[in-house]
């Protein structure tokens, strides 16, 4: 606390500066990386307070406070993550109970995430693969990727829920004409994630690959795979 309060009170000892007390020294260290770099943030805050955690344990009367940007950038993405998380948990939870309110087989407000589950996930793997890391902005985006991509869902499943008795060729009929509206919405979606993938800064550039794969995959899941699933009897 004595070094924020200004530099009038501080002093340089042997290189190091100290408060005036002499009880409180300030020790700076460059990273060869810079705080974007999550995962080597990670392995570099982790092996910090592993150290810090050695000193204080050998020196009780010792307190090492550890900060700057690598440190906040670990504290925030476990926020983030954490916070998505929850979103998640409870988002996913209040969609499945308006679709089963919605539905005549109630079952079925199960299969309705499956189009978004499949586009979180490739666009993950994807990102891990192209990038061999995921941000903290792209994994928190994940949360608001369900909500809006569990719509194509929703529209195949609530078409063929009404249609029981129908054989294939009528549902292919029914799900033919949803085609025109789901991509033209998703790629309107798409397009506005394209401009974020432009974008200078890495958490936003990962936000729009994210938002754009996952978009694309989930209404294709929905339009060509999802109606497989829903049955007719």
């Not at 810079?34 to 344990?57: F, H, P």
């Not at 985006?141 to 063929?160: E, K, M, N």
């Not at 009404?162 to 979606?189: M, Q």
Request: aromatic letters at 8%; glycine letters at 10%; hydrophobic letters at 50%.
């Amino acid at each position: 606390l004595p070094l924020q309060t200004g530099f009038g009170d501080t002093q340089i000892v042997d290189g190091r500066i100290t408060s005036a007390d002499g009880d409180h020294i300030l020790m700076m260290a460059e990273p060869t990386f810079s705080s974007s770099d999550a995962r080597n943030s990670v392995v570099l805050v982790a092996d910090m307070l592993r150290i810090r955690d050695e000193v204080e344990k050998q020196f009780p009367d010792v307190h090492v406070a550890i900060t700057g940007g690598h440190r906040m950038s670990v504290d925030n993405a476990t926020l983030i993550k954490g916070d998505a998380t929850r979103c998640i948990l409870l988002g996913m939870t209040a969609m499945l109970l308006l679709c089963i309110t919605a539905y005549r087989r109630k079952w079925m407000a199960i299969i309705t995430f499956l189009p978004s589950l499949f586009g979180t996930l490739i666009a993950g793997v994807v990102l891990v693969l192209w990038d061999n890391h995921l941000s903290a902005i792209a994994a928190g985006f994940a949360t608001i990727a369900i909500g809006i991509t569990v719509d194509y869902g929703i529209y195949v499943v609530y078409h063929l829920d009404n249609g029981v008795g129908l054989d294939r060729v009528s549902a292919g009929r029914i799900v033919s004409r949803l085609v025109p509206p789901t991509f033209i919405g998703a790629f309107t979606i798409i397009g506005a994630f394209a401009v974020l993938a432009g974008s200078s800064l890495h958490g936003y550039h990962q936000l729009g690959m994210f938002g754009a794969i996952g978009v694309l995959m989930s209404a294709a899941f929905a339009l060509l795979i999802l109606p497989l699933l829903v049955p007719l009897a």
